[in-house]
């Protein structure tokens, strides 16, 4: 890693902890001896950059301080545009264009050895079953907008076995698989967290009532249980395996 780059992911590492952080730990994740990450310390606060703390100790980073806009590693530039081509390649129309503009944004503040690195990144999110995801009749669009704001929505929907009904849904995240899109959502009728497939929902209205109950939580609580409900899949198949 170049030393440039180096102090840069010092000043990364400290602004996503809340807490003090051992010289040690950074030295650990950075894959340099004590000593050098002592230097880069001294080197940064030399050049302004707001680091508290002491050997033996651990280091913050004062609130407030911020780096100077896209200042990218390698690695993070690779990372971005390995995203935005998966974007581009599995996104809705909306994302896909979104995803080109952001390119153009990030290409043109970056220099041009950098610029150059970035858009020749040798890294794609290659899918060996690519299939056409099935169109969906709504904007998915309004699902995002709905879930920074929270509103409900009300859908019809069908299911696999063909029964339709109408749902008011608390829109959490919107999942975009290989063969599918899905909305994560906790169902009103159902009680409960339900994934619903965008090319089954008929028709889908935002309403100006939202949801109280914070969307990150919400979303966080579902995970545990999909988590669990995997797990508990994955220990089932193990052992119908065994027995077989």
């Not at 100077?68 to 590693?73: A, G, H, I, N, V």
């Not at 974007?87 to 909306?94: A, L």
């Not at 994955?234 to 077989?244: E, I, L, P, T, W």
Request: with cysteine; net charge neutral; charged share 30%.
């Amino acid at each position: 890693m170049r030393r440039a780059d180096r102090l840069l992911q010092i000043v990364q590492v400290l602004r996503r902890q809340r807490g003090p952080v051992t010289a040690d730990a950074i030295a650990e994740e950075l894959e340099v001896s004590v000593r050098t990450l002592y230097r880069d310390i001294v080197s940064l606060q030399s050049t302004g950059v707001p680091i508290r703390g002491e050997a033996g100790v651990g280091y913050v980073l004062e609130d407030g301080y911020d780096l100077p806009p896209l200042m990218f590693t390698s690695d993070e530039l690779e990372a971005v545009m390995m995203g935005l081509r998966h974007v581009q390649d599995r996104g809705d129309e909306q994302l896909i264009r979104t995803a080109s503009d952001v390119i153009a944004k990030i290409s043109a503040v970056l220099s041009a050895e950098a610029r150059d690195e970035f858009i020749e990144a040798p890294l794609y999110a290659a899918d060996v079953r690519r299939e056409p995801v099935p169109s969906a009749c709504i904007e998915l669009g309004d699902v995002r907008r709905a879930m920074r704001r929270q509103n409900k929505l009300k859908i019809a929907y069908t299911n696999g076995n063909g029964a339709a009904s109408e749902r008011v849904i608390w829109p959490l995240t919107l999942a975009f698989f290989a063969q599918s899109r899905m909305i994560v959502a906790w169902c009103e009728l159902r009680e409960d967290f339900r994934a619903f497939r965008t090319d089954r929902v008929e028709q889908l209205d935002v309403l100006e009532e939202r949801y109280r109950e914070n969307r990150v939580i919400l979303r966080e609580r579902w995970w545990k249980i999909e988590l669990a409900r995997r797990e508990q899949a994955a220990a089932d198949k193990a052992a119908a395996a065994k027995s077989a």
